[in-house]
């Protein structure tokens, strides 16, 4: 399974990005082997619709589930219908690094 975690950089010792959409970097993290990648995201200044893109751009990954600190009003009929799911940490100082430690401790 594929989840994505929106980060402000791209290293495990950053915290996640309260922003989905114009988050700086997705942090793609493959739960069956254990890779880690850093996409630095398209959408972060886009003028209008950087959710929409971005959720785009999470299907076009395969993504299953997305930990962002929030995510914008219409951006959730969006991922229903690709049957992502939304998880929403607010922990804004939570680093990649623990979130993945986390990750690999449960079910997700």
Do not use: H
């Amino acid at each position: 399974m594929k989840i994505a975690i929106s980060s402000t950089g791209n290293s495990l010792d950053s915290p996640i990005d309260p922003r989905f959409g114009r988050c700086c970097y997705f942090v793609i993290y493959d739960t069956e082997d254990k890779t880690i990648d850093f996409i630095p995201n398209p959408n972060k200044n886009a003028e209008e619709k950087a959710g929409s893109a971005s959720v785009q751009l999470m299907a076009s990954k395969a993504i299953s589930k997305i930990i962002s600190g929030e995510f914008g009003l219409k951006i959730k009929s969006n991922l229903d219908s690709l049957k992502i799911q939304m998880i929403i940490l607010k922990e804004p100082e939570t680093k990649i690094k623990d979130i993945i430690e986390i990750l690999n401790k449960t079910n997700y």
